[in-house]
């Protein structure tokens, strides 16, 4: 093995084989050399004791990020990581995962601060095995997993809904844009990302740099699961099992060359307020670590936001108040909040609904399905393509409305921005227009036809060039 240094078994042992296939020693940038450079000013302990304390600073937390991927990395660990405060291997293994998992509790029951966020997500990001060339431009749709989903009465396990985020991936595909989807096996839920495109047909863990070059660069479509590009996740997954915050971690840290501008839809839990997750993209960007483009940070509530607080203006600024009101890390059939960011610029907070893409939801409730994993594949199925009963349009809506907002990312935001910046909204009116494109689209069975031409043309000439 190059770089791998912790054996997960035989279940995670594809995944570990693909990454060290696709390994490439990094063309560090200037600004990451820079933060380099300060990792013998902090020791371990000194992280964590300010960790209980007080919120890191950006460089803090850029360190402290590097301490838990020098526990994973073993290129990393000899090229960069010799000046770190060191333990033994496995003391430095069990002061990664300890550091991981103090995040989350702090992000549970303290919150994060951007400059946390960005800091930890630039440190990670150096565990990205190779990076993607996608051409100018990209979107990505991605979800941190966690979301509460909904109790129904005389149940015992909330219900979750479709894999949103990966199907408004294929759909904007579908319609001719260059799409990519970076995720995981299941979290909450009891189908990730990962588990979704596998059972579509549509995973392509073929460990070939040819193979992954040919996907990324002449398909509109292509997906990388986190484990085979990435070492730190093998920390979450050490037993005994618990919550890290990779969760976070993984879908900030794309594989994907600066030379490519990320346009991104970010779905987060009630754990944080995407206000933060935005601002911390802004400081990304202006740090040099990701050619951030458009960004909508995204939680969908339980309820039409204007029925809890008369003062909407609330949840838009205080965790506090929308955090008990989150289910979904994507738009919901009530209302979500939507922070924006361009480039290096946080825009502010938005407050949507359903009626601003020209919808409504009869009953809600029928976007959510059973936690059980056949329900969902077969949920996903149903929301792909037009249906006529009731739940399976109220499916449809949900993903063309979660996919138009990837599309006004993607292609009107930009022309949107003096209308954002005064009012700190986006154009309804372009919301509306995306989602009709979106919806025409599962009615012309677009998205459908791509799965098939991309399981029997994709698939088959990337395993040849394997």
């Not at 966020?117 to 440190?123: D, F, K, T, Y």
Request: with cysteine; aromatic share 6%; proline share 2%.
């Amino acid at each position: 093995m190059k770089i791998t240094k912790i054996d997960l078994g035989d279940v995670y042992s594809g995944k570990a084989q693909m990454r060290e296939a696709l390994y490439i020693e990094r063309v560090i940038s200037d600004a990451q050399l820079g933060l380099l450079s300060l990792i013998q000013n902090y020791t371990y302990r000194g992280i964590v004791s300010a960790t209980l304390e007080r919120s890191l600073t950006f460089e803090e937390a850029f360190v402290g990020a590097c301490y838990i991927v020098r526990a994973s990395n073993s290129a990393l660990e000899k090229r960069f990581f010799s000046g770190l405060e060191t333990f033994g291997a496995a003391g430095n293994e069990l002061a990664a995962r300890e550091l991981l998992s103090g995040f989350a509790m702090k992000e549970a029951h303290a919150a994060l601060t951007p400059d946390e966020v960005a800091g930890l997500v630039a440190g990670a990001n150096l565990d990205i095995v190779r990076l993607m060339d996608y051409g100018d431009r990209v979107i990505e749709t991605c979800g941190m997993g966690g979301d509460r989903g909904i109790l129904f009465e005389g149940e015992a396990v909330r219900r979750k809904t479709i894999n949103t985020s990966t199907l408004s991936t294929l759909l904007l595909a579908s319609i001719g844009h260059h799409a990519i989807k970076h995720g995981s096996y299941s979290n909450t839920s009891a189908v990730g990302s990962t588990n979704a495109v596998e059972q579509l047909g549509l995973m392509i863990d073929i460990p070939s740099v040819a193979a992954q070059k040919y996907l990324a660069q002449t398909q509109r479509f292509h997906y990388t699961d986190a484990h085979a590009w990435k070492t730190i996740h093998d920390l979450s997954h050490l037993p005994p099992m618990r919550e890290t915050v990779n969760h976070i971690l993984g879908p900030m840290t794309v594989p994907i060359a600066s030379c490519t501008r990320l346009d991104k839809v970010l779905g987060v839990s009630d754990k944080i307020h995407p206000s933060v997750i935005a601002r911390a993209y802004a400081k990304l960007h202006n740090a040099g670590i990701i050619n951030v483009g458009n960004v909508a940070v995204v939680c969908g509530l339980s309820v039409r936001a204007h029925q809890i607080h008369k003062d909407v203006h609330m949840l838009q600024l205080e965790h506090n108040a929308l955090r008990p009101l989150v289910v979904l890390d994507e738009l919901s059939p009530w209302s979500s909040v939507v922070s924006l960011v361009h480039r290096g610029e946080y825009l502010g907070t938005d407050v949507v609904y359903p009626s601003d893409f020209m919808i409504e939801f009869e009953n809600p409730h029928d976007v959510f399905i059973q936690n059980d994993a056949q329900a969902i594949y077969d949920a996903n199925l149903i929301a792909a393509s037009v249906q006529t009963t009731k739940q399976g349009h109220a499916l449809n809506k949900l993903l063309a409305m979660n996919a138009a907002l990837a599309l006004y990312i993607h292609t009107r935001m930009d022309g949107d921005m003096t209308n954002i910046r005064r009012s700190r909204m986006m154009s309804r009116d372009a919301l509306k227009e995306c989602y009709a494109t979106c919806f025409a689209a599962i009615e012309q069975n677009r998205v459908v036809d791509y799965l098939q031409q991309y399981r029997t043309e994709a698939v088959v000439e990337a395993q040849r060039r394997a």
